[in-house]
């Protein structure tokens, strides 16, 4: 099995609030307010693919990551991680907000790429978090999809998955080729790779295709687009905590309770 | 036409709320259709529901397939505009995808809708709750997620409607159901009155047992931070936050949580927030009504024995 892991670098997520500032003529986070990485959930994802491939369920792990011009790090750090092929898809021209144009342009890039029997996706990008992309390419593509999958293994001719469900885990089969999106789990900590790894990653190739290249005219890009960005900004923050000093631990729980009891939101009759 | 679905009662109110008002606005009626539920579908009439559907059947057996699928075609023989679905697991799949099948936009996690010029247009979250932003869709049919607790629920004052039952539309077989792994009894966050939630400075080993004994007295449930869950210490289904469970208590407890802000997109709908931290600086108490600077481990403890022992 051949397996495609979508990737795509982000703003770092832990860039802390009162850091965070918006362009809001350019309609997204302000340029250089902190270092783009990838995101938290394509790092599960390229970790449950190289489990899959650990596990001989996939021979050939492909990341592939739609980014602007020289965004390279993340495909990099895949292939210091033993994925078997690089492809990065030049977005320059396209609207990242957009997750259908996104979603095109991807498609477009697997056709290319022949016959894949997995698509692996984040849950959702943490920038626009629409969570949409891998979904929209399992409808274009016409292959199953599972949502929200943090386990997965061989089941005979499918494959047997774990996903998130609203009443707790599911366990679903689904037979490839299928695109599954991958959610937070404790077992899905990126592995670090080593030294050695990383220095032969930098001699390995990167294939890159601009849009041109996946023959993705001006005017079919365009008529993918969905999503109008109307408007970004930072929200005020209105709450004005009340600080209860915490040196007797005891005094301090006895008036928080006290405090929950006068706002009547809590009641310790029972 | 708006139509709302739900597959169960608890979100029915609010789904028909937004719904009623995205109708109002846009001159239209309002369909619901319940998956799988008969008792939401008996209550979708009074909640306001102009025509309601139930779909019967094994809908879940194929993963998202067959309600993919049942919600298409009744899109297409309503003739909705937009679809309204509360946002949860298992429309975060849904959504998206009906929405390409039906050539649409979709629209997730939205927490307001106003209707400008005859369009909706909708406000969601961004860049982890850091930022907020308005889109429009060019598109129709609008498929939107609404965040849970977010939108005003709708009053029972209408009258009952008749139910028009459908079947679970087949499907080709690609992706089956096996089995359902229940939480071990653990109360559903969505629902809970008071979450005692830890975090990063929660640690491992006694840290969650003893949230699971003060959540038990507190007759609440406990959470976890997305952090908390990487490490290990809470399983996936008790996160909290934009990649977890959106929460709208009446007490929320941050225990030894830093506060990131995909973490507080989680917790908007809480009446109160007490937050615990050593860190005088961490940006949860930002987000909180009360704040103590303190180890949380001794702030549980002590809460344990007041609590064991009421004055």
Same mark, same amino acid.
């Given at each position: 099995m051949r397996a495609v892991v979508l990737l795509k670098e982000i703003l770092d997520w832990e860039l802390p609030a009162s850091k965070f500032r918006v362009d809001e003529t350019a309609k997204q986070a302000a340029d250089g307010i902190a270092p783009m990485l990838l995101g938290p959930f394509e790092q599960h994802s390229l970790e449950l693919a190289l489990q899959l491939k650990d596990a001989g369920v996939v021979e050939n792990v492909t990341a592939l990551l739609a980014g602007p011009a020289g965004s390279v790090n993340g495909l990099r750090k895949a292939l210091a991680l033993r994925c078997d092929e690089a492809v990065h898809v030049v977005t320059d021209g396209v609207d990242g907000a957009d997750p259908s144009q996104t979603a095109e342009l991807l498609v477009a890039a697997l056709k290319r790429l022949g016959p894949v029997d997995l698509v692996l996706a984040g849950r959702?990008? *943490?920038?626009?978090?629409? *969570?949409q992309v891998g979904y929209l390419v399992a409808e274009r593509l016409g292959r199953p999809c599972v949502g929200l999958v943090f386990r997965a293994e061989r089941d005979g001719d499918r494959l047997r998955v774990w996903r998130v469900a609203p009443g707790g885990v599911e366990q679903l089969a689904v037979r490839p080729p299928a695109v599954l999106t991958v959610t937070s789990d404790a077992g899905l900590q990126l592995r670090m790779g080593s030294v050695m790894d990383r220095m032969a990653a930098n001699k390995k190739p990167i294939t890159t295709w601009t849009v041109d290249e996946l023959g993705l005219a001006p005017e079919r890009l365009a008529a993918a687009r969905r999503l109008e960005l109307e408007r970004v900004w930072v929200p005020e923050v209105e709450r004005r905590c009340e600080v209860i000093d915490g040196d007797d631990p005891a005094e301090a729980v006895r008036t928080v309770l006290a405090r929950l009891e006068e706002l009547k939101l809590l009641s310790r009759s029972a | 036409m708006i139509l709302a679905a739900v597959w169960d009662r608890r979100t029915l109110p609010e789904t028909l709320g937004a719904a009623a008002r995205l109708a109002d606005a846009l001159d239209g009626a309002v369909a619901l259709v319940s998956l799988g539920d008969a008792d939401a579908a008996a209550d979708a009439g009074r909640y306001g529901a102009s025509r309601v559907f139930l779909v019967e059947g094994e809908l879940a057996a194929s993963g998202a397939e067959s309600t993919i699928a049942a919600l298409a075609d009744l899109v297409r023989d309503v003739s909705a505009r937009a679809v309204l679905l509360p946002g949860d697991d298992r429309t975060a799949e849904i959504a998206p995808r009906l929405a390409e099948r039906l050539g649409g936009t979709a629209v997730t996690q939205t927490i307001g809708v106003d209707v400008a010029a005859g369009r909706p247009l909708w406000t969601r979250a961004a860049y982890g709750g850091k930022a907020l932003a308005t889109v429009t869709a060019a598109a129709e049919p609008v498929v939107a997620t609404l965040r849970r607790g977010v939108f005003a629920p709708a009053e029972p004052t209408g009258d009952d409607v008749s139910i028009e039952r459908r079947a679970t539309p087949e499907t080709d077989g690609a992706v089956e159901l096996l089995a359902r792994e229940a939480p071990p009894a653990a109360a559903s966050l969505e629902d809970a009155k008071v979450i005692v939630s830890g975090g990063a400075g929660i640690g491992a080993g006694e840290g969650f047992r003893q949230l699971e004994e003060l959540a038990g007295l507190l007759g609440g449930a406990v959470g976890a931070s997305l952090a908390a869950v990487d490490a290990g210490w809470a399983s996936t289904d008790r996160q909290v936050g934009l990649t977890g469970k959106v929460v709208s208590p009446d007490v929320y407890f941050a225990l030894g949580i830093s506060g990131a802000s995909q973490h507080l997109a989680g917790i908007g709908g809480a009446k109160a927030v007490v937050a615990v931290n050593t860190d005088a600086e961490a940006p949860i108490f930002a987000a909180a009504q009360l704040g103590v600077v303190m180890d949380c481990h001794t702030f549980v403890r002590s809460m344990i024995e007041q609590l064991r022992s009421p004055p």
């Open positions: 959702q990008a *943490g920038d626009w978090d629409h *969570g | -």
